[in-house]
């Protein structure tokens, strides 16, 4: 099962989140598009696991966690309401999970059994990288990680990888990255 994970310095964490306008709501717009492309090809839906590491006001920061056996849709509207039910608190939602855990305490503890690789332009080509299996792949928002988190990621990490000098959108970007793992049948 493919594991992603998408950082946002600006997406709301906390109150009422309008699924109408999340472009307002910290560029949540950001993640759900996010979401929406771990999860679906035009075919089917694939089995991945997405952590958001949501660093916006209210109440930084915060960790979802969206399996595929949440209720996420192709509709982005569908998926947009969820996104903010799960903020908001309104309630339990299958296949989901919310704490407070900043990304670095996350990836610390993950790094003990899963490769973690870190998406950035100035990396080593994903074409001369060799992919391990159980992997985490970490993508950031429009916006990046700030410096010290990259440095604290990066050492972190198992390898820092390219997806082309181009800068993609996070949702682009993980589109590429899936085409990729599909054609090397990495899981």
């Known amino acids: 099962m493919r594991e992603f994970l998408i950082f946002s310095r600006t997406a709301r964490t906390g109150g009422k989140i309008?699924?109408?306008?999340?472009?307002?709501?910290?560029?949540?717009?950001?993640?759900?598009?996010f979401i929406v492309e771990a999860f679906f090809t035009a075919n089917k839906k694939r089995s991945?696991?997405?952590?958001?590491?949501?660093?916006?006001?209210?109440?930084?920061?915060?960790?979802?966690?969206i399996t595929s056996s949440a209720p996420v849709s192709i509709d982005r509207v569908?998926?947009?309401?969820?996104?903010?039910?799960?903020?908001?608190k309104k309630k339990?939602?299958?296949?989901?999970?919310?704490?407070?855990?900043?990304?670095?305490?996350?990836?610390?503890?993950a790094s003990k059994t899963k490769?973690?690789?870190?998406?950035?332009?100035?990396?080593?080509?994903?074409?001369?990288?060799k992919i391990l299996p159980n992997a985490i792949f970490c993508f950031a928002d429009h916006l990046g990680f700030p410096r010290k988190e990259f440095k604290r990621i990066s050492t972190i990490s198992a390898e820092?990888?390219?997806?082309g000098k181009q800068t993609y959108f996070?949702?682009?970007?993980l589109m590429l990255l899936q085409y990729f793992l599909d054609e090397k049948g990495i899981d």
Request: hydrophobic share 35%; proline share 5%; net charge positive.
């Open 18 to 33: 309008n699924p109408k306008n999340l472009f307002q709501e910290g560029r949540l717009d950001i993640i759900r598009d």
């Open 48 to 65: 991945a696991i997405v952590h958001c590491f949501l660093y916006g006001q209210p109440n930084p920061p915060l960790h979802l966690t």
């Open 78 to 88: 569908k998926t947009a309401t969820l996104l903010s039910d799960l903020i908001s």
């Open 92 to 109: 339990k939602i299958r296949g989901c999970e919310m704490k407070k855990e900043s990304i670095i305490e996350f990836l610390t503890k």
């Open 115 to 129: 490769t973690i690789y870190l998406l950035d332009k100035k990396g080593k080509s994903i074409h001369e990288t």
């Open 160 to 163: 820092t990888i390219s997806l």
């Open 170 to 173: 996070a949702y682009q970007a």
